[in-house]
């Protein structure tokens, strides 16, 4: 099938199209009219409403801007229909596309169904990415099942072990120098629940349908580190995921158990689907014992982050605000835009336990007023250095259910080009 060449035009669309058309169409061409707003959101908008119209591979032609062909692709395509474009041939392609195939590489992994998605193949599935990319600079290993419990990673046992396909911890070590000796200057931490139930806190099944994308944080962390290593990275960064099935049965964890952590605090479970932090906390423990002076985390961890920021930013979290401020710059400029929630250290007194040091939240729906910044305190309590160089990004835009007039329906992939230019920025 051949191309259909798109341009941009700030002339009015013809006629016959209406003055305020978006689009319009001669034999082989596509013309994207953007008048007097030239805003990457009318270009979105116009690559959702190609992407209802036209079955044909596109071709960008013309003069086109790097963030403008990013926003285009970005936009145009779904999973039922992924979207074949070409970029202009222009400096900028080599880029766009090496950026594209993580951004593919996310949106897959996020997008997959549980069930062909368990713990151990979410870990496989980015080994074999990475090593694809890293080649002999990847190691890896794994701990599974049991022997999380021989290790001390008690969070993703205990919120894995009510499945019958075994919880995981991977740990992936990106060392291009190939000296055991070298500082790793970054650790990446990404919460891979690759299903959701809520455990005996059991979720509505409105609220469970989407819960194949509780692995977001993984996969986002992933295709960051992917992109970083397609782009040059010659830094050493280890990549921690926390993947586990959270479901019901005789062998579950239950509300009242109480939890031991490596660094001794004691945590007691009121609610079995605040299950994120409770994985979480092993990936920033293994992160802290690195000794990275940088450490991202991100997860879809909370309902009231996206009630807080919505469905087009996601949340940022930091005791250090001077790395804060300077993530903000950053995700704006690489277009994946992040809005800062309140978080202090009095924030891990959030959700008291008279059983324990704390509790994973409160016992109380969605985990009371001020969700996402309590989740955020409790992680807090699990990072080294009072949290100088430790952010932590609540996924509220990784997923749509449906599509929106900006991206379609499934995963975003947002995050991974911020993530990305970070661990190239690491020291």
């Known amino acids: 099938m051949s191309q259909l060449a798109v341009y941009l035009s700030r002339d009015p669309a013809p006629a016959q199209w209406g003055d305020s058309a978006l689009v319009s169409f001669d034999a082989e061409r596509i013309f994207i009219h953007l008048h007097k707003d030239d805003s990457l959101r009318t270009i979105r908008k116009a690559a959702r409403l190609l992407d209802s119209v036209t079955g044909r591979d596109l071709l960008l032609s013309g003069k086109w801007q790097a963030d403008q062909q990013w926003a285009f692709a970005t936009s145009f395509g779904s999973v039922r229909k992924p979207a074949k474009i070409k970029w202009c041939q222009d400096e900028h392609a080599a880029h766009l596309q090496k950026m594209y195939e993580a951004l593919v590489f996310t949106r897959n992994l996020i997008n997959e ?174 992160a802290g014992e690195t000794g990275a002076h940088t ?53 891990q007194e959030a959700c008291p336990s008279p059983y324990a040091d704390t509790a994973n939240s409160r016992a109380v729906k969605g985990g009371g007023a001020g969700g996402a910044s309590n989740a955020a305190g409790f992680l807090s309590r699990f990072v080294p250095r009072d949290g100088a160089g430790w952010l932590h990004f609540d996924l509220a835009a990784a997923f749509n259910n449906s599509a929106t007039n900006l991206y379609p329906a499934g995963a975003t992939g947002l995050g991974i080009r911020t993530i990305a230019r970070l661990l190239h920025e690491a020291e």
């Open 113 to 286: 169904t549980p069930q062909n998605l368990s713990p151990e193949l979410l870990a496989a599935r980015v080994t074999s990415w990475l090593k694809e990319l890293g080649g002999d600079a990847i190691s890896a290993t794994r701990i599974v099942g049991e022997d999380l419990v021989k290790a001390g990673w008690m969070g993703i046992w205990e919120v894995g072990r009510g499945s019958d396909r075994p919880p995981v911890f991977l740990e992936v070590d990106y060392n291009p120098s190939g000296l055991s000796t070298a500082p790793v200057a970054a650790a990446l931490v990404g919460k891979g629940i690759t299903f959701d139930s809520g455990g005996y806190s059991i979720k509505a099944s409105e609220g469970m349908l989407t819960m194949k994308c509780d692995m977001g944080g993984a996969a986002t962390v992933a295709g960051a580190l992917g992109l970083a290593i397609s782009q040059g990275l010659n830094k050493r960064v280890k990549l921690f995921l926390c993947c586990a099935e959270n479901l019901i049965s005789g062998h579950a964890y239950k509300l009242g158990d109480i939890i031991t952590y490596k660094n001794g605090t004691t945590v007691e479970v009121v609610n079995t689907d605040a299950e994120g932090r409770l994985v979480l906390a092993d990936g920033l423990l293994a």
């Open 295 to 347: 450490i991202i985390d991100a997860a879809t961890l909370t309902g009231a982050a996206m009630t807080a920021v919505g469905s087009d930013f996601h949340a940022l979290f930091a005791l250090d605000k001077d790395y804060q401020t300077h993530a903000m710059a950053v995700a704006n400029e690489e277009l994946e835009p992040v809005w800062p929630l309140p978080l202090e250290k009095w924030h």
